[in-house]
């Protein structure tokens, strides 16, 4: 023989075969790779009909609804800090429940970052005080448990080194410092709605006037300034605003075992704010201590050789390209902190876990409620990592 | 003109690292001042404690909060374990260290006895410190003969597996090796919680679903065993995962990205409090047993999505020219992932394992809070509420001895994962 046979070809591209030619199905690579995806598929499936079955069977048997019917039912509890009567209904707590996930995650994603990069600046910093400090707290915090440190922000600090009310503690009659909550001086509040327009106004403005300083120093080469006039502009606007909403304001007061006036920060979202800035700062330092590496040597040498200042040289050239690294990994401990800020449940903070966890204990069906908590979470998650992505490939160094 | 650099005197160190520019003096001052307030703080606390017997507490509840409410007469089953299980580590260290002998890329070739102490002193010092201090707090023999002995195996363990690992195996031996070294776990698991033994563990507490097994499974021994137990059993899963969405059949890859991405979504504690309240509807009662089977269960099933991304992140880092390699030497597909590709990328990614561990390390505190388990933070807590030491404010002084251990362990490991991180040039190959 000169040749031998040439191996069967194995894809179903093949010319016009012949009868002998052809490869039995128990052979062909394409129908294999089939049947492979639909044994695993068929055990996933198999899995998942057996534990909805047994949902099935286990809540018909013992009567619990496995609809969402209960939202509608009055919660008949209370909610501290809101505005929320027992008779509501359960959707409402919900609802009260995600805008406290998403405030303490707000806040804290915006102090944490603060934090955290100025942790991570002074890991870097050429002072020796500085950076021990820094390394210590980073070193510390990092390998603690958050679990831990928020235990000890709210049954440590909270319920035992604040004072309590009777003798609460008021530093230039300004605040109120006890463990019922913080009070802290506020505009007479009208309306959310108010403040919330004249930040934007302001936020707005701030934005374009930085824009239009940006293109005059790119057109002329004068500094722009832009941050500083914007930020003059915005405390402006905030003082037109104020002026303009009656200009007038209140201070927190010892009222009986109560704080009136001003705005009341609750003791548990300051115990759970804490514990999550604290915690998430020292990761966020070290994904700025690399980033700041990351970015090559020659970088901050040029703008040193340019006559710029230790200030703007890591504003202006090293921060910038810095952070563009540190996007994603940022992005990921700000989904880290959306998702702790469900330890809040464990004192007293009424985010979303707590709001469903005493749902349930209320009497509704455990499974559609915390269907409904995780819905919430994803949905969170996908929508700050929608953001993250989008800031990703706005600042991503453009290549070839 | 000398050439040589002169070593910068002291006061030309003061000035370049703590007074370079006024800001940098003021900022000296403010953060030094800072510090040393802080640092005078926190001996105080410690120092007052011991004199007004503040630590105490920590003393008394010494045995709950390293092994919760495991009955006494049965305490002789973990130091039996602990010895066993040491002397295993020991054989699995001695026999790596033997292979890399034997290959000629042992680190510690060429170091002098008192290198080495001194370089286990800095790397384990801090966790035999912390070891000889909580011995020192008990009141009983057993902890110090548990510690002692188990020392004492895992240094023999270490000689046996050094005395293997240079040694070319007959292939039965070395697979009757691994048989035996898989088993041994299993085998201490089923010793610690058998009830056929004598002195079985008592009945489970009235609140517990069932009583076998782990129904008494708590305090430290809690936190450190489900999370090595997570770690372990969810690699395979992982691993799975990561195959599948690395894998080019749509079917697979779907599954898979599902599956992350809703575990990476939702918050750990809210999967506990499900397994807690909502788990029995989904399984028969048999499988869903004690709260330590259900943290462990979700631990795994959780950390299972985490690992997947962390082994596709060392999948990517494979050059995709081994899996051609593969493909030329007439490999099947299967062996080249399992001959070629896999064994390069869980290489690389052993660092990012450990970091997982470690936090699912820190996270099995969440258990005690949303299952009830009284493991050592849900303990250090409890404790303050006993009649003897109730409303004298020592939250601080068990949360403290609490986050101590915590870090100690963490701190370690974390140090250890930097070690190997630069020992297996990780991003620099």
């Given at each position: 023989m000169a040749a031998s046979p040439s191996p069967p070809k194995l894809t179903s591209s093949m010319t016009t075969p012949t009868p002998e030619q052809r490869v039995p199905f128990w052979r062909n690579v394409s129908f294999l790779k089939w049947l492979f995806q639909l044994v695993v598929f068929a055990i996933v499936a198999a899995v998942a009909i057996w534990l909805y079955n047994n949902f099935r069977n286990n809540t018909a048997e013992s009567g619990i609804p496995t609809n969402f019917n209960f939202l509608t039912n009055p919660a008949s509890f209370d909610i501290p800090g809101?505005?929320?009567?027992?008779?509501?209904?359960f959707q409402n707590a919900f609802v009260i429940g995600v805008l406290n996930t998403i405030r303490v995650s707000i806040v804290g994603i915006i102090l944490a970052t603060i934090l955290g990069i100025l942790i991570g600046i002074g890991r870097l910093s050429k002072n020796w005080v500085v950076r021990k400090i820094s390394t210590v707290y980073v070193e510390i915090i990092r390998n603690l448990p958050l679990l831990v440190i928020m235990t000890f922000t709210f049954l440590g600090v909270v319920l035992q080194l604040l004072p309590r009310i009777e003798n609460s503690w008021t530093p230039l009659d300004l605040l109120v410092i006890s463990n019922r909550g913080i009070g802290v001086p506020w505009y007479q509040d009208t309306s959310g709605l108010a403040l919330f327009l004249v930040l934007l106004v302001g936020l707005i403005g701030w934005w374009l006037i930085a824009r239009w300083r940006h293109r005059v120093s790119d057109r002329t080469g004068q500094p722009s300034h832009g941050g500083l006039i914007g930020g003059a502009f915005f405390l402006l606007v905030l003082v037109v605003g104020w002026l303009l909403l009656g200009a007038s304001f209140t201070t927190p007061v010892v009222d009986g075992r109560q704080i009136a006036g001003g705005i009341r920060v609750d003791p548990s979202f300051f115990a759970v704010l804490i514990a999550l800035v604290i915690y998430t700062a020292s990761h966020i330092a070290e994904i700025v201590r690399g980033s700041i590496q990351a970015v090559p040597a020659g970088q901050g040498e040029a703008a040193s050789a340019l006559a710029l200042s230790g200030f703007q040289r890591l504003w202006n050239v090293v921060l910038p390209q810095a952070m563009r690294i540190a996007i994603p990994p940022l992005g990921n401990q700000y989904l880290n902190l959306i998702k702790n800020s469900s330890l809040g449940a464990g004192f007293a903070y009424f985010e979303l876990t707590n709001v469903t966890q005493v749902t349930v204990g209320n009497g509704s069906p455990a499974v559609p409620a915390f269907f409904l908590a995780l819905v919430f979470y994803i949905a969170l998650s996908l929508i700050t990592s929608a953001f993250v992505n989008l800031a990703n490939r706005r600042f991503k160094l453009v290549e070839r | 003109m000398t050439t040589t650099v002169a070593k910068p005197s002291r006061v030309t160190w003061v000035r370049r690292n703590l007074f370079r520019t006024p800001l940098d003096g003021i900022l000296t001052i403010v953060f030094g001042s800072l510090g040393l307030y802080v640092i005078f703080r926190g001996v105080l606390f410690v120092a007052s404690g011991f004199v007004n017997g503040r630590w105490q507490i920590i003393d008394d509840n010494l045995k709950l909060l390293m092994v919760g409410l495991w009955p006494v007469q049965n305490l002789i089953r973990i130091g039996v374990s602990v010895a066993v299980l040491a002397l295993w580590a020991g054989v699995i260290g001695g026999v790596i260290a033997g292979r890399q002998k034997r290959r000629g890329t042992s680190s510690i070739e060429g170091l002098t006895a008192m290198q080495r102490a001194s370089d286990l002193t800095r790397r384990f010092g801090l966790v035999t410190a912390t070891l000889l201090l909580l011995l020192s707090l008990t009141d009983t023999a057993g902890p110090w003969i548990m510690v002692l002995s188990a020392f004492v195996a895992g240094v023999i363990g270490r000689v046996i597996g050094g005395w293997i690992g240079v040694r070319f195996l007959p292939i039965w031996v070395s697979r009757l090796f691994t048989v035996v070294m898989v088993a041994v776990p299993i085998g201490v698991f089923l010793y610690l919680t058998s009830p056929w033994l004598p002195d079985p563990l008592p009945a489970a507490r009235s609140s517990e679903p069932s009583a076998w097994p782990l129904a008494e499974w708590e305090g430290f021994m809690f936190n450190l065993t489900s999370a090595a137990a997570g770690i372990v059993l969810s690699f395979p899963i992982g691993l799975l995962l990561a195959l599948g969405r690395r894998s080019k059949l749509r079917l697979l890859q779907g599954i898979s990205i599902v599956y992350i991405e809703f575990v990476r979504g939702a918050p750990l504690y809210v999967l506990l409090l499900m397994a807690n309240v909502s788990l029995e509807f989904f399984v028969p009662e048999a499988l869903a047993p004690s709260r330590v089977v259900r943290a462990i269960v979700t631990f795994t099933l959780f950390t299972a999505a985490y690992i997947a991304e962390i082994v596709r992140g060392g999948l990517q880092s494979v050059p995709v020219g081994q899996e051609e390699a593969g493909k030329a030497l007439g490999l099947t597909p299967t062996k080249q992932m399992r001959l070629i590709v896999l064994p390069q990328a869980l290489r690389n990614v052993i660092p990012a394992q450990i970091g997982q561990f470690i936090s699912l390390f820190k996270d099995t505190t969440l258990a005690g809070l949303a299952l009830g388990i009284l493991d050592l933070l849900a303990g250090a807590t409890a404790i303050t509420q006993q009649p003897d030491f109730r409303g004298q404010g020592l939250i601080i002084e068990a949360l403290v001895f609490v986050g101590f251990l915590f870090w100690v362990g963490s701190f370690t490991m974390s140090r250890e994962s930097q070690r190997l991180e630069k020992k297996l040039g990780v991003g620099t190959r």
């Open positions: 809101a505005d929320f009567a027992p008779t509501e209904r | -």
